[in-house]
């Protein structure tokens, strides 16, 4: 195993975005950010002085399989988070990986997978007595009509971040709620996840490293500026969609203004929900407050680490410019798998 010298052969793998279906298709415009990430990483890990190599995942997998052999990197910086459009390989990916004994950054096979099934990571969170909004599965042919306390939101169960999730995601009766398990039924053809909405302060907590993890200044985006009546949800329109009047109507304060007891119960859970899900060398917990209570929504093992996003946001509050954080998660991915190199 290579010693993480500045001389390191690192891959930086991305998943080649798909093609558009329309200028507004907000789920392909997601997917082109993780080759915006990889050049980013790329070039600063050249600049640390790394030999670096960007590798694409398309449909050709076998090729890609031919390539990584050929390059024999000593690590592999895995931004992959689809294979041939399909976010449930994410985790196969790095199964693959392990296949081929190539260490990688980030978490293992069981991680990516966990945390991209919400209902699954729920139980577990609610398992360990880690608070989340109370939630229940729609199966397609479905409707909801379960015991849930109102205003509900209504996500894909199976899928990542925002994709979906838009103002008309939260229902305040039965009638819009199975309007939209309809919609996600018809258009993703998979279960609708239906969970209390908790309106209040929205908080996303960047951690780094494994066993021990490091917590970050807590960050806060400040919805304030969606206009009245719009539901104060980071939906895909303000996320992505440029064309939307919602875009980038979210403001990242950092360290978020918080009473210091608010905090660490803060920091503590999400260092709770990272180390439960397994995460590796970086991640995020989404969170949102509610009677000072931290409520879970859902943890990123994968998230996006392209410049000027809110992982960076947390570092450089930490004192981390952005060639500090990707070399440290570097740094860590190397000095955990020296140390363990089946982890």
């Keep these: 195993m290579h010693d993480g010298g500045p001389a390191a052969k690192i891959a930086v793998v991305y998943n080649a975005p798909r093609q558009p279906a329309a200028p507004d298709d907000a789920d392909a415009i997601a997917e082109a950010e993780s080759e915006v990430a990889a050049r980013g990483v790329a070039e600063t890990l050249a600049h640390l002085g790394y ?8 449909d050709d997998t076998a090729g890609a399989v031919r390539r990584l052999k050929r390059l024999a990197p000593d690590l592999v910086f895995n931004l992959c988070e689809a294979i041939m459009g399909d976010t449930s390989l994410e985790g196969a ?19 990516l997978a966990l945390c991209r099934d919400k209902p699954l990571t729920k139980l577990a969170l609610a398992g360990a007595g880690i608070p989340t909004p109370r939630f ?3 199966r397609p042919g479905e409707h909801f009509s379960g015991s849930l306390t109102y205003p509900l939101i209504v996500k894909l169960a199976r899928e990542h971040g925002s994709a979906s999730i838009c103002a008309d995601s939260v229902g305040y009766d039965a009638t819009a709620v199975n309007r939209r398990i309809a919609y996600i039924h018809q258009h993703y053809g998979q279960d609708g996840l239906v969970e209390e909405y908790i309106e209040g302060r929205e908080i996303k907590v960047t951690l780094l490293g494994y066993q021990d993890p490091e917590v970050l200044p807590i960050e806060e985006l400040d919805l304030s500026a969606l206009p009245p009546g719009v539901p104060r949800v980071v939906g895909y329109e303000v996320n992505w969609l440029e064309s939307s009047p919602l875009y980038g109507l979210d403001r990242a304060v950092c360290p978020a203004d918080l009473p210091p007891d608010l905090a660490e119960r803060i920091r503590d859970i999400a260092r709770r929900a990272y180390t439960l899900i397994g995460c590796r060398d970086y991640g995020r917990v ?58």
């Excluded at 030999?51 to 398309?58: A, P």
């Excluded at 990916?93 to 978490?107: K, S, V, W």
């Excluded at 509610?290 to 004192?319: C, F, H, M, R, S």
């Design 51 to 58: 030999r670096t190599q960007v590798l694409s995942i398309d």
């Design 93 to 111: 990916f790095c199964g693959l990986l392990e296949l081929l004994r190539l260490p990688y950054t980030g978490a293992p096979p069981l991680a």
């Design 136 to 138: 229940t599965v729609v």
């Design 286 to 343: 989404d969170i949102r407050l509610k009677d000072n209570v931290p409520y879970v929504l859902e943890v990123n093992a994968n998230p996006d680490i392209a410049p000027g996003t809110g992982i960076t946001i947390a570092a450089q509050a930490a004192g981390l410019d952005y060639p500090a954080l990707v070399g440290k998660v570097v740094e860590l991915a190397l000095g955990r798998t020296s140390a363990h190199p089946t982890s």
